[in-house]
């Protein structure tokens, strides 16, 4: 697996909150065609996997923990969070399609810092979201609220 791009914005600390009206640009390396970006701007969403560079190894590990250190809230496994500490580092950020310049695609809200290399991007298609509807312990809001603030 390697670097497809890299996400340029204007954003150079890991933070967990604070991304609403965020703008990035995904800027594709150069040994990929910048055609293949062709189409993109029909879609009004991509899902964006991307490589969390900046987490330290020693943090990058799979257990159980409260999520966000809060002891107010359950303690859950890796695997039902969305934080940074993973044991292989990948994110995956849904994010709204602004425009397409060349091998630039810019969006909005992709919860990502400055430099992080992009593995893959996918349009979002309604056939493939879940059907039925979504449910999510209560912590989940207390940890979200000020996500998007």
């Known amino acids: 697996m390697y670097a497809i791009g890299t996400i340029r914005n204007e954003c150079t600390e890991l933070v967990d909150d604070q991304w609403k009206g ?7 390396n150069e040994d990929i065609a910048e055609d293949s970006l062709e189409g993109i701007t029909a879609f009004s969403h991509v899902s964006v996997l991307f490589y969390m560079h900046k987490v330290p190894d020693e943090k990058a590990v799979a257990r159980c923990r409260h999520p966000r250190n809060n002891k107010n809230l359950p303690k859950v496994g890796t695997f039902a969070q969305r934080n940074k500490s993973r044991p292989n580092k990948i994110g995956l950020s849904v994010a709204k399609v602004l425009s397409r310049e060349a091998n630039r695609l810019t ?3 992709l919860d ?15 056939a493939f979201l879940p059907r039925e509807e979504i449910i999510e312990p209560d912590w989940v809001e207390e940890i979200t609220g000020k996500y998007w603030d």
């Open 107 to 109: 969006v909005l809200e």
């Open 22 to 28: 965020k703008v990035s640009s995904i800027e594709l």
């Open 112 to 126: 990502a810092i400055d430099g992080t290399p992009v593995l893959d991007i996918k349009p979002v298609m309604k």
